[in-house]
C-alpha cells in the first residue's frame, strides 16, 4: 500500500449518518490505513521495547445502535487484547489524528501509576514537549495541552488515576485535520515515530508496575 495520509475523506466518514453506513464507510476508507500502520508500527515498537509487539484495528463489534465517534488501531505486547495493557495507539476523530501512549480503565495498573506519576510529576513535566497533551477520557475528542499543567494540575490527574474506577490517562500528540502533515504519508509517519520514542519512558514505567502486579 502506498501510504498517503489522511484525506478529509477520512474525517468525514463521521459525519456519515447510521451505524452501518458509517461502519462501511470506515472499513472502505480509514480501515486500510489503519492495518497499514499497524503492520508499520508494530515492526518499530518491537524494536523500541526488545519485546513482542500486536497491533490490534478497532472493529466497534459491540455497537448496535450509535455509529463510533473515532476509530484506531492499538499497539500491546499481547496477542489476546491490549486494553489491561499499558499500550499505543493511533486514530482518528472527525476533527483530528491522535497519537497516544495510553492506560485506560480496564488496566489493573491504574492505581499504581497514579502513584507513581505523582511521584514523578517534576520529571514528568520537565520532559514531555510542551506541544504534546493528555487526555483523561479516550472516548472523547478534548484533550489538555502539556503546557498549560502545573504541578498541582497533573496531580490531580494522577490522584484520580488512582482513586477512580473509570479514570484513565493518555499522553501524546493531536493533529487537526487541517494539517500538512496528516495528508503526507512520510511526514505522518515520521511525526508518528518521534512521538512514541518520547513515550517510549512512560510506558517502560508502565510496564514494570503492569508486570509486577500481574
Not at 478497532?58 to 486494553?83: E, I
Not at 514531555?128 to 477520557?137: A, G, L, R, T, V
Request: charged share 30%; proline share 4%.
Amino acid at each position: 500500500m502506498n501510504f498517503q495520509g489522511f484525506s478529509e475523506d477520512d474525517f468525514d466518514v463521521f459525519a456519515v449518518e447510521g451505524l452501518d453506513e458509517r461502519m462501511d464507510a470506515l472499513k472502505e476508507n480509514i480501515r486500510p490505513k489503519l492495518e497499514f500502520l499497524g503492520e508499520h508500527f508494530k515492526e518499530f515498537l518491537t524494536q523500541k521495547t526488545g519485546s513482542d509487539i500486536y497491533y490490534h484495528v478497532a472493529k466497534h463489534a459491540r455497537r448496535k445502535v450509535n455509529p463510533p465517534d473515532d476509530t484506531w488501531v492499538a499497539f500491546g505486547n499481547s496477542k489476546r487484547g491490549y486494553k489491561k495493557l499499558p499500550h499505543f495507539q493511533i486514530g482518528l476523530f472527525g476533527s483530528h489524528v491522535f497519537v497516544w501512549f495510553a492506560v485506560i480503565y480496564e488496566s489493573p495498573v491504574k492505581e499504581a501509576l497514579g502513584h507513581k506519576l505523582h511521584e514523578k510529576a517534576d520529571e514528568i513535566l520537565r520532559d514531555i514537549p510542551n506541544s504534546f497533551e493528555w487526555s483523561i477520557d479516550h472516548t472523547k475528542p478534548e484533550t489538555l495541552s502539556h503546557s498549560d499543567l502545573t504541578e498541582e494540575s497533573f496531580k490531580k490527574i494522577t490522584n484520580r488515576l488512582s482513586e477512580i474506577k473509570k479514570a484513565e490517562i493518555l499522553c501524546g500528540i493531536t493533529l487537526g485535520d487541517d494539517d500538512p502533515a496528516v495528508k503526507d504519508g512520510e511526514v505522518l509517519i515520521d511525526r508518528i515515530e518521534e512521538a512514541f520514542t518520547t513515550l517510549l519512558p512512560l510506558y517502560e514505567l508502565s510496564m514494570e508496575l503492569y508486570e509486577q502486579k500481574v
